[in-house]
Each structure stands twice: as C-alpha cells, then as structure tokens.
C-alpha cells in the first residue's frame, strides 16, 4: 500500500472536484438558501459522504455489479434525475410564488412554505445528489483503480483523498456563497436570480441524467 496519493492522483481528482456538476450546484443553492453558514457547509459534507458511499461501492464491488445491471443502473438513474428535477422545480417554484425575496430562508414563515432550512435536511439532501447518480459510481469504478490499483486499501485510501479534495472545495464554496448572500442582503433581485439560475441549473441536470446519462 502506497503511503500516500500519488501527485498525479491529486492533479487529476483536483481538476475533476473543480468541474460544475449537480453537487456544486447544490451546494450554491443551499448557501444562498440557508441564513446559518451551517446550512451550506453540511450541504458540503452531504456531497462528501456520497462520495465516501461510492467509494465503498468499489471497493465492495457493488460499482461493478451497477455497471453490469442496465436494468438496475438506469432505475438509479431516473430516480437520481427525478430527484434533482424536485430540488430545482422547488426553488424556482418558491420564488415565482414569493418573488425574489424568497431567497431568504430563515423568516418565520419559511418552514410553513417548505424551505429546507436546517443544516440536517441539507446534509440528507447533500447525500440523496450524489449517491443517487449512478454516473459517478461508475466513474470512480473506473477512475480509482487507475492509481490505486485493485486492492481494497488503495481504494479506499484513494476515494478517501477524493472525498477530502471535495470537502475542501465544497467547503471553500459554501463558506463563499453565504458571504455573497450577507452581501445582498439589500439586493434580493441579484439574489433572488442567483438562486433561480442554480435551479434552473439542478433541473437541467436532472433532464440531462434521465435523456443523456446512459451506460
């Protein structure tokens, strides 16, 4: 077993966690969503227990028995897609009912409306975007073993790696999406778009999953 990841790994696995996906998008909508910093850092960590799950997926072989299955693949697949269809139709349909104010997550009110306000829903949020992509078990069934080889340690040494490389990013994004949204606190126009553009964003994720997203 190799004492660390290989500076190769951390390049690559870097600039694949950099990529814009439904985690990232996610994880801006929360930020902008939730008043508490929590909110948007246990999005982060949601995301990065996902890719813990993948992780042993591998190393269990479940990856392989996913990628082997269309059957069961595709099921995954819609329902990751129908998921982040409901994620993005619920905040674009939360600001066209309430107007761009609606943006703030913390009034009174905003549980009686269904914002997902805690810093627990946005976690098991978090974790329901990732793990329920069936693309991202098969792409880790074929990405760590480029570096870590088949044994079971190495993988999971290696997904453990990608998983902190995502916590950080996430993090870094979490902690700077509510600091913009203390920032426009007086401007719930510019916020309100931002977080209409990240449903509009989730959605389109989740169609590209249900029509693109195939074995």
């Known amino acids: 077993m190799t ?12 600039a694949l966690v950099l990529a814009p996906g439904p985690d990232t ?3 801006l909508d929360r930020g902008l969503g939730g008043a508490r910093r929590r909110v948007g850092l246990a999005a982060a960590a ?5 890719i813990l799950v993948h992780t042993a997926g591998v190393v269990l072989g ?14 995954l697949r819609y329902v990751g897609a129908a998921y982040l269809l409901a994620l993005g139709a619920h905040t674009l349909w939360r600001l066209a009912a309430r107007g761009p104010e609606a943006v703030v997550a913390d009034r009174p009110d905003a549980a009686r409306d269904g914002e997902s306000t805690g810093a627990v829903p946005a ?6 975007v990732n793990v329920l992509n069936p693309k991202v078990a098969v792409f880790f069934l074929a990405f760590l073993p480029q570096f870590a080889g088949p044994a079971a340690a190495d993988l999971a040494v290696h997904g453990g790696w990608y998983a902190v490389l995502t916590m950080t990013y996430l993090g870094a994004v979490a902690l700077s999406t509510h600091r913009a949204r203390a920032l426009l606190t007086g401007r719930p126009r510019v916020a ?24």
Do not use: H, M, N, Q
């Not at 976690?123 to 329901?128: H, I, N, P, R, S």
């Open 123 to 128: 976690y098991l949020e978090g974790v329901a």
């Open 46 to 50: 949601g995301v990065t227990t996902g």
């Open 25 to 27: 998008f996610y994880v």
């Open 192 to 215: 309100g778009g931002l977080r209409a553009l990240s449903g509009l964003v989730l959605a389109g994720f989740g169609v590209e999953l249900a029509l693109l997203g195939v074995l």
């Open 62 to 75: 479940l990856a392989a028995l996913l990628r082997a299955s269309p059957a069961a693949y595709d099921l």
């Open 3 to 14: 004492a660390g990841p290989p500076t190769a790994f951390l390049l690559a696995a870097g």
